[in-house]
């Protein structure tokens, strides 16, 4: 039964997939909502009550015996586990806490502890009964609204709203949620009086705005109610455990169903908003370093003229049309940064769009030049922005096909052939890829041995090693830049350099990814059914180091830590309350390079920190990244126009320096086969502190070894 589960489908997630309950379906929060069947329209009648079919009944009984006989967390059916689902329902269909009032919230608590009941014996009872009271108190929120945008605004009272919601309370009574709708609006509506509009066009786009939500919750059918609670359910379990819906599904298999063609993106749908789920290596968008994944887009405009079209609440599909053009036009989107302070407004940013090549997400390499205690040093920098390999011409033995591991082998010789005194492999924002890549290509730096360990839900281990003979490529100076955005196949081959001692990592905690998952498809366990029943991704297997340790959770700490904008309370895998552990089973035999010491280790983070003291870059790329941590921690706003031209103001000096750190921290992958150095050419290009800091860092080891070698 196991062996048939795991082949059914073999596709092996092995890249960076943060917080996403499922490629189709938008995620529904609170005043956001993308999920819903309420007509706006008073003449079109009555919407019927959304119901389950007795297919739903029976998947929803198939998807549970599934993942609990076969995910890796051997989890069970109990009332700790229903009351975890059902919180997740809830915030789903509210997370804001907006349309249902407490009472409503209480009188369905009957249902916390039986919803593990309700799995097992395909009952949908509950589900829908609170989505159809959910798009009850839609409609009526829906009413309050159109009324409330017919009337003037003013912003003249001493008055705030918090825009997180997260830790409120549902309101008690309509008169609190007529108060709290108020305030919701006057606080969208100021946004926009402050972005220069006349009052006339701030009522039309909120007009526009709440029909666009009108018929986003007109589309949602069965299905997306079904996959809403399924999901509230699976990621109960861990993040990347999902049921995709027949359609959903469909459109995960068709990836440029869903990419942003002409400037290399790939979207969801996200409550009001379409959210940038990942940023292709080599298009316009990775390329300009304005667009980033957890980016939302708000508008969409053609050239440089053309009008700002508002997509809130538009399905994803109709942002694409928008999106797409021909080759060398130009597109404008308004984008909302996760990063954004509160009250701060969408930034707007220009792409020409192009088609996206191949090769463009190949590795590259460039040399820069970084000065220690007077002396220059030239150091070779190979930037990977995924494991790529040519399955099928690996199958067919084609000669030359194209791999991460081949690529590196030819930068390696060409940087041997400048004389670099060291090479800094470059994987930041690397979310994976071909775990065979990760493996080939830890095998380049050292002589033999084991990788990964691969661990299955049963306890069973295999152990996955370097395959090429004892032969070591490159046995010089080495050091691995990552950040927070590092993942799954970046952490495994970080993770043994560091084992090894072969190599000096350098820049952020990676993101944690230490889990591997599977497809199946629903339709060959219940081949009766007439229609497509969707497919399940779930989490089936663990990676951890060769020392024992899992990359779950934790991922790899650097040896020398840098500055980051990015905590591990709000990215990363240990920012997800249902992510699988950290743990740690027993260390595999292998022989550490006697190059790197853990004396030498020290030595090269005293240095870094008298940098970081007196290095005035350094000092100030830290300094920002405090101010705008702490600046982010603020989620109220003042209602109050004179008050909240100064907050945003404000908000929009702190992003101003938040984007200065950034490009401070950029990759230069873009920019290949240059040399950093003083001429004037050169100079123009942004100086990427993070990347000097690596080079830095490694004059530092190849010095501090050259003198212990001379002791």
């Known amino acids: ?265 790939i979207l969801r749908e996200d409550g009001d908003y379409i959210r940038i789920m990942d940023v292709l290596p080599g298009g316009p968008a990775f390329k300009s370093k304005l667009l980033n994944k957890d980016d939302k887009i708000a508008g969409v405009a053609q050239g440089d003229n053309g009008a700002m079209v508002n997509t809130m609440n538009w399905q994803v599909d109709e942002v694409v049309k928008l999106i797409k053009g021909p080759k060398g036009t130009i597109v404008r989107l308004q984008v909302i940064s996760p990063n954004s302070l509160a009250g701060a407004p969408p930034k707007e940013i220009r792409l020409v769009r192009e088609k996206i090549k191949l090769e463009e997400q190949r590795a590259k390499k460039e040399v820069i030049e970084v000065t220690q205690n007077g002396k220059p040093f030239k150091i070779g920098v190979i930037n990977i922005p995924i494991f790529y390999r040519d399955f099928e011409g690996a199958r067919k033995r084609e000669e030359g096909f194209s791999s991460t591991t081949s690529d590196v082998k030819r930068l390696i010789d060409s940087l041997k052939a400048e004389k670099v005194a060291g090479i800094v492999i470059d994987l930041r924002d690397n979310g994976g890829g071909s775990l065979t890549e990760s493996i080939d290509l830890t095998g380049l730096f050292i002589p033999k041995g084991p990788v990964v360990q691969v661990k299955e839900s049963s306890g069973e281990t295999e152990v996955y090693s370097d395959k090429d003979g004892g032969t070591v490529y490159y046995d010089g100076p080495l050091a691995v830049l990552v950040n927070r955005f590092s993942a799954s196949a ?129 000092k100030q790329l830290a300094q920002e990244l405090a101010d705008f941590k702490k600046a982010k921690e603020n989620t109220v706003v003042s209602l109050q126009e004179t008050k909240r031209r100064k907050e945003r103001e404000e908000a929009e000096r702190k992003r101003a320096a938040a984007n200065k750190v950034s490009q401070l921290s950029a990759s230069s992958a873009d920019e290949p086969e240059t040399v950093a150095t003083a001429t004037p050419a050169a100079s123009k290009k942004k100086k990427d502190l993070y990347l000097n800091e690596a080079g830095l860092v490694l004059a530092d080891y190849i010095t501090t070894a050259h003198l212990a070698v001379n002791k």
């Open 1 to 265: 039964m196991k062996k048939y589960l795991v082949t059914l489908v073999p596709v092996l997630m092995l890249s960076f997939q943060p917080d996403s309950p499922s490629n189709g379906a938008p995620k529904t929060h609170g005043q956001t909502v993308s999920k819903g069947v309420v007509n706006g329209d008073k003449n079109a009648g009555p919407v019927e009550e959304l119901k389950p079919s007795i297919s739903q009944e029976k998947v929803e009984t198939l998807v549970a015996k599934l993942l609990t006989t076969y995910h890796y967390r051997k989890v069970r059916l109990n009332d700790s586990l229903s009351s975890v689902v059902w919180d997740n329902y809830l915030k789903e269909l509210d997370g804001n806490k907006t349309y249902f009032l407490a009472s409503d919230v209480a009188s369905f608590e009957k249902y916390r502890y039986q919803i593990d009941d309700a799995l097992i014996n395909g009952d949908l009872t509950a589900a829908y009964d609170l989505f159809n009271l959910y798009r009850k108190r839609y409609q009526e929120r829906s009413d309050f609204v159109k009324a409330q945008i017919k009337k003037p605004f003013t912003f003249t009272t001493d008055e705030s709203f918090n825009t997180n919601r997260e830790k409120a309370a549902w309101p008690k009574t309509v008169e609190e949620q007529n108060e709290l709708w108020t305030k919701i609006l006057k606080n969208q509506a100021l946004e926009l009086k402050l972005g220069n509009r006349k009052d006339s066009a701030v009522v039309a786009l909120m007009t526009q705005r709440y029909t666009n939500l009108d018929k986003a919750i007109n589309r949602v059918k069965s299905a997306d109610v079904f996959q809403m609670y399924m999901n509230s359910f699976a990621e109960a379990l861990d993040p990347h455990t999902n049921y995709l819906s027949p359609s959903s599904a469909d459109r995960f298999n068709q990836d440029m169903s869903q990419s942003l063609e002409g400037i290399g993106a």
């Open 490 to 618: 970046s952490e495994i081959f970080a993770a043994a350099i560091q084992d090894y001692k072969r190599g000096i990592i350098v820049g952020g905690q990676t993101y944690g990814k230490g889990t591997v998952q599977t497809m199946v498809d629903l339709s060959e366990w219940l081949p009766k059914e007439p229609e497509k029943i969707g497919q399940v991704k779930m989490t089936i297997q663990k990676f951890y180091r060769i020392n024992g340790s899992s990359t779950q959770h934790k991922g790899v700490t650097p040896d020398i830590q840098l500055p980051s904008a990015f905590s591990a309370e709000e990215y990363g895998e240990s920012s997800q309350p249902s992510a699988l552990p950290w743990d740690q089973i027993n260390s595999t035999r292998y022989e550490q390079s006697r190059g790197l010491d853990d004396k030498i280790l020290s030595r090269l983070r005293d240095r870094f920190d008298q940098r970081l003291k007196s290095d005035t870059e350094l």
